[in-house]
């Protein structure tokens, strides 16, 4: 099969500017409400993209668990490889590919750590089992074996048996706030709709990108 023949037309009611919000946090929330209602498979998977001291991107999917007009929030290992790289530049991409709607988010900003109240609060909220998984991995560090993994998940919920798992000190969220965000819009012939925010002050400023 020649990969080069796999295509198809976006077939999609096309985006203008006078249908656009002028504030792209507003915009996006009309367009993930209306991936939840198509029940696209993980509305909330995003890709997030670093980039550490050695100038090297790095690629992987998270998940959003939060946002607002002061960013977009997800939670990972403090020690693991894209918060040492997040340490190093705090800078960061985010992307929302709604294939199903023939629509993809792209979102750039600063980085910053969300605050240890906030951390907390998403903590006890996830299920004892993600909770316990939490203190047991040190991601992206090397392990022998998934045995050794299961070991430490048993140690684990002997340790906190009695009562509430706390929140580690190694865990927390990252909010990206953004400066740079464009939504796309798949349309026929490759012709797609690009409208871009560009942060302004405390406002945005909004242009049509070419296809």
Not at 45 to 54: E, V
Not at 69 to 97: I, M, W
Not at 122 to 140: D, H, K, L, N, T
Not at 147 to 155: H, I, P, S
Request: glycine share 8%; hydrophobic share 35%; no cysteine.
């Amino acid at each position: 099969m020649d990969i080069g023949d796999m295509r198809r037309d976006f077939e999609s009611e096309g985006l203008d500017r006078e249908g656009l919000e002028d504030d792209p946090v507003r915009q996006f929330q009309h367009w993930f409400e209306d991936a939840r209602r198509a029940e696209l498979l993980e509305p909330n998977a995003m890709s997030l993209a670093t980039t550490g001291r050695d100038g090297m991107p790095n690629l992987r999917t998270v998940l959003l668990k939060y946002f607002d007009p002061n960013g977009f929030v997800f939670y990972t290992n403090y020690s693991s490889r894209k918060a040492h790289e997040l340490e190093e530049n705090p800078q960061a991409a985010l992307l929302f590919p709604w294939i199903g709607l023939n629509r993809q988010v792209r979102i750039q900003g600063r980085v910053e750590k969300v605050s240890k109240a906030e951390s907390l609060r998403y903590f006890a909220s996830r299920p004892r089992g993600s909770q316990i998984g939490a203190w047991v991995s040190e991601q992206s560090k090397a392990i022998t074996s998934r045995g050794l993994l299961e070991q430490k998940v048993a140690e684990m919920k002997r340790k906190f048996s009695a009562g509430d798992v706390p929140l580690p000190s190694f865990w927390g969220g990252y909010r990206v706030r953004p400066e740079r965000v464009e939504f796309w819009q798949g349309r026929p012939s490759r012709l797609h709709d690009r409208f871009e925010y560009v942060r302004d002050g405390d406002g945005w400023t909004i242009q049509r990108l070419q296809p």
